[in-house]
């Protein structure tokens, strides 16, 4: 008979789930993996890894259309979209067997199936829709002291901007299209929608993108997203800022948008297709959270620092958590969630110090405080630039448009943010990280020093410009 009962069970094997897994295993723990639909989560099949290996696909047909710029002739330059698609399903296709790998190699059991939790330590694992791969357990019940939910989330649906799969689309559709659209609407401008708006525009679209804020990628640093902004508009990416799509008109084979620029003049505009990229919400309904009195809030479940829920032997970690909804913060907050179990007491998530990165042409990066956060209270800040202009490895390279930016506190040199924009930031980043987890100060970061010729030399002559030693501009 199949062994029903383990010390932690898991639901949902996107990245948070499925690295908490392994990290439960590691600590002795005996674990199991719920999933319904597909190993390593909306990351690995329908998030972060496609997107990626799209984009890589869209960067080199830039390069290619540019070869002249580097000496070189590709002549026909062209692409099958299909090929395109294929890659990128064939990249998730790889790493979803690799988690598979990782759950055996850990000793962790997999259970197909949809969970429900039916008390603290109990649930009943019904049949999914998705054939289940094999060597996992079935439906039935099953006991763990701990229960960690781990059920990411899906995309949020405005009403008049309901998706239909075919002309408007979510990042679902957006991922495996048929053939590129002449013109497209993407309606949000954070990460997914610029990272599409990126894609597609790459690819040929004429892609127009209406954001409701006054800002394209809200959560940056102003001055950042003013130049992605003036990047993308060189580029011929149409941006409406402070507008709303009021109303979505569905035809054959087009959708007439009706675009309410806030100032009460409304146009109207036909696409080929839409992309809503209004945000996500979490996964917190049918898995009888309700029941046992789960606290959740806005569509997610309310945790403390150790992802522990109002209800004891509960938990919860990842998108369906809360934000930021990135793959790398439902990854640690795994971590720490069962080293707690254990009784490590590790440190709660310092939110602040999770990185964010856009991967759409140029790429954006960020950690910490905004400038504008930086200086609400009153703080007294310093702030340092460093345009990729000036960086011999950047010209080099032929990328030569960018910024990198630093905010300090004024009186105690403590780094209290970092953006940037350009050529390879969103690998660039995490020595900004490294810096502000070690508490490092402006004297350490100008002690360090940088290889050349690297971009990285950037992130020192920032710092360097923050209190009037900048070199090389
Ligand atoms: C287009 C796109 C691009 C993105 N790019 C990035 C990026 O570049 N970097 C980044 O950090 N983040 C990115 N993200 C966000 C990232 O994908 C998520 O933050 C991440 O997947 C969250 O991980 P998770 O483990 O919380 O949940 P998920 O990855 O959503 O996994 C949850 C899993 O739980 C399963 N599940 C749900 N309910 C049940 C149930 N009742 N029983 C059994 N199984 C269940 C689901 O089938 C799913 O497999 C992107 C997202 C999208 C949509």
Known sequence: MADTSFDIIIIGSGPGGYVTAIRAAQLGFKTAIVEKSYLGGICLNWGCIPTKALLRSAEIFHYMQHAKNYGLYAEKVGYDTKAVVQRSRAVSKQLNDGVGFLMKKNKVAVIWGEAVVDAPGKITVKKSAVEAPKGTLGEGAYQAKHIIVATGARPRVLPGLEPD???????????????IPKSLLVVGSGAIGIEFASFFHTMGSDVTVVEVLPQILPVEDAEIAGHARKRFEKQGIKIITGAKVAKLEKKADSVVASIDDGKGKLQTVEFERVIS???????????????????TDRGTIVIDGHCRTNVPGIYAIGDVAGPPMLAHKAEHEGVICVEAIKGLNPHPMDKLLIPGCTYCNPQIASVGLTEAKAKEGGREIRVGRFPFIGNGKAIALGEDQGLVKVIFDKKTGQLLGAHMIGAEVTELIQGYVVAMNLETTEEELMHTVFPHPTLSEMMKEAVLDAYGRVLNI
Do not use: D, H, Q
């Open 165 to 179: 799969k075919k002309l408007v689309w979510t990042y679902f559709e957006a991922m495996v299209p048929e053939r």
């Open 277 to 295: 990229a209004v945000g996500v919400v979490g996964n917190i309904e049918n898995l009888g959270l309700e029941k046992l009195g789960v606290k």
